[in-house]
């Protein structure tokens, strides 16, 4: 463990073989007020914890680590939680898509993609859908023209038990009556840091456009609890890109996507882990997989 100061104050870091977790510690300030600066992780306001018991804590916890190995932790945790149900939307290519399929089929996330709903029956995400044997649902409109009900949709990916909603690059607003029948249970991700760049037109390489044009220097993609409007559901997960002096949109597109897939595999394993926890103002933490009693 590793100590470090800065602006924000004394923190401790806690490293293991898959990531780092960081603890903070609150810090005074010339107006003799207490607050705590969550940079990267942050512990409930009701845990007090001293750098000395988090040294204790994390030393016991790299020594268990030794021992029994990082796959048998990682199988302790799965065989403490039931294999969840996933349905994904998309509206493309399906990249994310393909990325959390292969990480369903290899063990990392701990869930089975039970069924795809799109609104593109040709697209490339509802094609590979097809070529795996994963049911797919047409929505808003059925091959025959006729329209799906939100009612219909609700109760189509009920059939298929499903836990967990994963947007992957769907391109229409969510029904209401769908999000207050899975909630808290439905994740999008976003390629730009929200809450910058989100919104209503904002997707596609609309994003990246505008976040060179704007001069930012990082970019990056934010997964986040869906809600009734466009990009403003609780962040769960952020991920920073830079964006270089010469980048062109699909420069940059590159590298958040190329990260998209890597976050995306890493946060759906923990919602089918149970390692997502409500902080009491409403925010959502992961929880480390090494050391539950960190967060992400």
Known sequence: MDAHSSVFGNYSTINSPKTQCYALKPVAFSSSKQVLLRTHLSFPSNIAITEKRLRIRASVEEVHSEIVGPNVLEDSVKAKVRRKNLAVF??????????????????????????????????????????????????????????????????????????????????????????????????????????????????????????????????????????????RGRILAQRIVPVLPNDTAEELAARVLHEEHKLYKEVVAALCEERIIWREDGVPLIQCKENLSLYK
């Open 90 to 231: 998309v509206s493309g290519g399906g990249s994310n898509f393909k990325s959390l399929h292969e990480a369903t089929v290899n063990g990392f996330i701990h869930g089975d993609i039970s069924v795809l709903v799109t609104n593109k029956p040709d697209c490339g995400g509802a094609e590979f859908a097809r070529d795996k044997g994963i049911p797919v649902i047409l929505f808003p409109k059925v091959k025959d023209g006729s329209v799906l009900s939100s009612k219909d949709l609700v109760n189509a990916i009920r059939s298929y038990k499903v836990d967990f909603i994963v947007l992957a690059g769907y391109l229409k607003l969510i029904p209401t009556e769908l999000i207050r029948a899975f909630p808290r249970s439905i994740l999008n991700i976003h390629p730009s840091l929200l809450p910058a760049f989100g919104g209503k037109g904002y997707y596609g390489m609309k994003v990246h456009k505008a976040v060179i044009a704007s001069g930012a220097r990082y970019s990056g993609p934010t997964i986040h609890f869906v809600d009734e409007e466009y990009d």
